[in-house]
């Protein structure tokens, strides 16, 4: 039995991580039913308005940025599962509240707002809550197979419930061009009720994970002032050169990208290829499917030698780059299709080995705020990459704007290759028992 064999095995026993596998993976799969009806609804309700669309994206993006450190300082103060539980629970009666509204046909664009920025709030603490709990339930060396297994798991619901979503979209209701229809009404409405329903198997699953601290000192951060315990994440972070550089770069990366991509393939869907919410389904299953092929190859390929480390990612992001560019030449949903599975297995792969490295290097007692930090930084120009990007397609072909967006996603990859720091990254474990001892606590896993 191969070494990565054996860590999947050990994985696969470990009761905690059944567990915390199996409830969000069903919640993802009822999340595409929501990711795929929301931006629909607002196209629909708007006359296919992009702008509308990117300023509800950035209405969620914004106070996700904002607040996402205070939520990993949270995170590290009190339990994450207790985060995930709350949050959890409130995106579910939201989504519900918005079933009815739909439903009823009391929906207001301005109402979408206020339900975008409640959901940026409740992300802003479960996204550092959800990176931390895994660290807590396997092994460090275990991390980078446990990651891929969890994001593939949730990228199966990617491409399963993107399709089903559309096809149960389409058939209730075929003229999606009149929100006021009851078919259309009742299919849209559906879809948030779903969500809402699957929210409650990760609800049950965290509520039956039995934890322990694993050697992570959870007093600590209480043991600081809640702002300077902050301000310790933050110094950590950016005395790293390798911090400070990667994520410069997926700050500049997301900023060219998230938008335009975010906004681009509903609006491609809606106005390229048939306003047919099927073929958004399909476009955001291959995107699925590809990043569940690069989760696999990232979990389960050797790691690449930390003296290549930094330069196999970010050649890889490089890669992605291009084949996201190959989509705004998509004469069809099929060609589309193959260029966002390429696209995404690229990305995918990178943000495993990635995902972990930013795991392994941060001092446990400090994981959420330096993973809070990491998104901050790294999605900070999330709101404007959506509010721009929904302009631009206004103003010009949604087709040039993509293809410009993907350009400067793949220059910015191949040119942070020039980058010492990031030709010598290394994926490796901090021990914070032995940094406080004064010994060298830099411990390589390869």
Not at 157 to 177: E, K
Not at 199 to 210: P, Q, R, T
Not at 287 to 310: D, T, V
Request: net charge neutral.
């Amino acid at each position: 039995m191969s070494e990565n064999e054996a860590t999947e095995e050990k994985i696969a026993r470990n009761r905690n991580f059944q567990l915390l596998w199996f409830g969000s993976t069903i919640s993802q799969f009822g999340d595409q039913f929501y990711l795929l009806a929301l931006p629909w609804l607002v196209l629909l309700i708007t006359g296919d308005d992009a702008m509308a669309l990117g300023s509800i994206m950035a209405a969620a993006a914004i106070p996700r940025v904002v607040l996402m450190v205070f939520g990993g300082a949270v995170t590290d103060r009190i339990s994450p599962r207790l985060i995930l539980i709350v949050s959890a629970s409130l995106r579910a009666i939201l989504v519900f509240l918005l079933a009815v509204l739909v439903l009823s046909g009391l929906i207001k664009l301005w109402m979408l707002f206020v339900l975008a920025i409640v959901f940026g709030i409740a992300d802003a603490f479960a996204a550092p809550a959800a990176t931390t709990l895994l660290p807590r339930i396997v092994q460090p060396d275990q991390l980078p197979s446990a990651n891929a297994f969890v994001s593939g798991a949730h990228q199966i619901a990617g491409i399963v419930g993107p399709v089903a979503a559309g096809f149960f979209i389409a058939f209730f209701g075929s003229d999606l061009s009149d929100t006021s229809t009851t078919t259309s009404r009742i299919g849209i409405g559906a879809a948030f009720i779903f969500d809402a329903v699957t929210f409650l198997f990760v609800i049950l699953a965290l509520g039956y994970l039995k934890l322990s601290s694993g050697g992570i000192d959870e007093d600590s951060a209480t043991k600081q002032g809640f702002l300077e315990s902050i301000k310790e994440g933050i110094s950590f972070v950016f005395r790293h050169p390798s911090f400070r550089v990667m994520l410069m770069l997926a700050a500049i990366i997301n900023l060219a990208i998230t938008g335009p991509m975010a906004i681009g393939l509903p609006y491609m869907a809606r106005t390229e290829f048939g306003a047919n919410p099927t073929a958004l389904g399909w476009l955001m299953s291959a995107m699925a499917f590809g990043s569940l092929i690069g989760f696999a190859l990232g979990g389960g390929l050797p790691r690449p030698n930390p003296a290549r480390f930094g330069s196999t990612v970010i050649s890889v992001v490089g890669v992605a780059g291009i084949f996201f560019a190959a989509v705004a030449l998509a004469p069809t949903v099929w060609w589309a299709m193959t260029a966002l599975t390429f696209a995404a297995m690229a990305n995918g792969y990178a943000n495993i080995l990635i995902i972990s490295w930013f795991q392994l290097r941060s001092p446990k007692p400090m994981l959420g705020r330096v993973l809070s930090l990491v998104i901050t930084v790294s999605g900070g120009l999330a709101p404007v990459s959506m509010a721009a990007g929904g302009a631009l397609i206004n103003l010009y072909d949604i087709r040039m704007v993509l293809g410009c967006a993907a350009i400067s996603m793949a220059i910015t990859a191949f040119l942070g290759l020039t980058l010492r720091s990031v030709r010598e990254m290394d994926l490796i474990a901090v021990s914070l028992e032995k940094k406080e001892l004064g010994e060298d606590h830099s411990v390589p896993l390869l």
